[in-house]
């Protein structure tokens, strides 16, 4: 039996309910017999410190610490790390880990998870405790006598029902670091995985973790996840936190009358690729107390969706749109600036778009110029063209304010414009059409003002037959 202490670093980024990653990553420790702590620094109320997570890891008395990597804030992660490494031994995952496995052998960690981290972690608490060799961890990269060896990669996991409840590791979090509750809500992720994977092929997403092949849970037992955030934990609004959420039309059928028959109403939101979504899967949807969809779109110029390899028209986005305003389901509409090479004509398309679907878009999302995150085409393609290679080590991390949880109208204007990667200019665009960039954040600002006060005005009159609960008070932020 080994003793795992899982970190979660501090990031300006705040956390305001258990991560979902980590209870997954918990609960198959725990299943398999080991001992499990949680320190998750990013919350709101969390010591931060780095003295205070290093006494609170010694207490534990863990045989392995492992930190959770994102590229964004890998920057605070290995300076953590770097305070840490001389008295753990320690694990990074996450999907920075995943991409550039190399990298962490620098800042102190000696062990390295790539891809789904559930049954490899698993493993390596077995190495750890002397009944496995590490050469035998798929997925795993090693220090090896002062030498980096990279074990074969991990084949993804295709029995996701297979998975421990992730519910049953919430007991290690501590709900006074988390924002207060509302009376009757428990302390429990903000929502749950159906599926892992999405068979797209867009450049601007590396998705190295759970990878391009679709894979999916049973129906029932994802209601049964369902039914217990309600019965046990009275959390009635939740998110699919799937890549893609409606792939396959006769699993989404499925899924969605699993939920209906739970007996009790629940709503939720989900992230969905337009060209899997039509009338009968939205309506569908709709019966099983879907409320909101995210879309991704990215651009409104044909040439440029074909570039970035996006898979979806302008005119299909529309009429997603249309059939979700018939429906009462609210759409976010994810729409991105900046690309590699995007004209002035490229990024005026764009601007007209979100003028011509106002009238049907619940909103848009908040920020959205492009990031070229490693492992990604538009990274490998640009780095060494524009000199940003690394430019998560080299250069200030992207600092993003948080998004504001109330309704302030000031606070969500600035929270829409507010977009550092603007300011770095990744691919060295003019100074005319950044200030166009600029334009357009505030283009996207407004108009989801604009709906979003039409919205209310319409159910301060009496909601509409077709929808079944209160609009959206803030607009998402499009963190995707």
């Known amino acids: 039996m080994a003793r795992v202490f899982l970190i979660n670093p501090p990031s300006p980024e705040p956390v305001r309910t258990p991560l979902l990653s980590f209870c ?11 001992e499990v702590a949680v320190y998750d620094a990013s919350t709101p109320h969390a010591p931060r410190d780095h003295d205070t997570i290093a006494a609170r890891a010694a207490a534990f008395a863990p045989d392995l610490v492992g930190l959770h990597l994102k590229t964004l804030h890998v920057q605070p992660a290995y300076a953590l790390a770097d305070a840490l490494a001389e008295r753990f031994t320690l694990v990074a995952g996450g999907p920075h880990a995943t991409i550039v496995p190399d990298e962490p052998f620098g800042h102190g960690f000696r062990w390295v998870i790539r891809g789904e981290g559930e049954d490899a972690l698993v493993e390596l608490a077995e190495v750890v405790d002397g009944r496995r060799g590490a050469a035998d961890v798929a997925g795993l ?4 006598r002062g030498m980096v060896r990279h074990n074969p990669i991990r084949p993804f996991l295709m029995d996701l029902d297979r998975l421990a409840p992730p519910l049953s590791a919430l007991d290690l979090f501590d709900p006074s670091w988390y924002e207060p509750r509302v009376p009757g809500v428990g302390l429990a992720p903000a929502g749950i995985l159906s599926s892992r994977g999405c068979p797209q092929a867009c450049t601007f997403c590396s998705n190295d973790v759970t990878g391009r092949r679709f894979r999916y849970r049973s129906a029932a037992s994802v209601a049964s996840e369902v039914a217990l955030l309600r019965s046990q934990h009275g959390l009635s ?4 936190f799937d890549d893609s959420f ?8 499925e899924l969605c009358e699993a939920i209906i028959a739970i007996g009790e109403p629940v709503g939720w939101t989900c992230t969905a690729h337009p060209a899997h979504l039509d009338r009968d899967v939205l309506a569908a949807m709709k019966r099983a107390g879907c409320g909101g969809v995210d879309i991704g779109m990215e651009s409104a110029d044909p040439g440029m969706l074909l570039r970035i390899g996006k898979g979806v028209t302008v005119e299909r986005v529309l009429d997603v749109l249309s059939w979700c305003a018939d429906l009462g389901i609210h759409t976010v509409v994810n729409l991105m600036f900046g690309w590699p090479d995007e004209t002035d004509a490229e990024l005026d398309a764009t601007m007209a778009f979100l003028d011509s679907a106002a009238s049907i878009a619940g909103g848009f999302n908040a920020r959205g110029v492009v990031v070229p995150y490693p492992g990604t085409q538009v990274y490998d393609r640009n780095h060494e063209r524009f000199d940003f290679t690394g430019w998560w080590i080299r250069e200030a991390p992207l600092e993003y304010l948080p998004f504001p949880t109330s309704w302030n109208e000031a606070e969500i204007v600035r929270a829409y414009g507010d977009d550092p990667a603007l300011d770095r200019n990744f691919f060295k665009h003019p100074p005319h059409r950044v200030a166009r960039m600029r334009d357009a954040l505030a283009l996207k600002a407004s108009l989801t003002m604009a709906i979003s006060h039409r919205r209310m005005a319409a159910w301060s009159a009496g909601p509409p037959a077709s929808q079944g609960a209160a609009p959206i008070g803030v607009p998402a932020a499009g963190a995707r």
């Open 24 to 34: 997954h990553l918990a609960a198959a420790l725990r299943s398999a017999g080991h």
């Open 141 to 144: 990269s090693w220090l090896d």
């Open 237 to 240: 609004a939740f998110s699919f």
């Open 246 to 253: 409606a792939v396959g039309r006769r699993r989404v059928h």
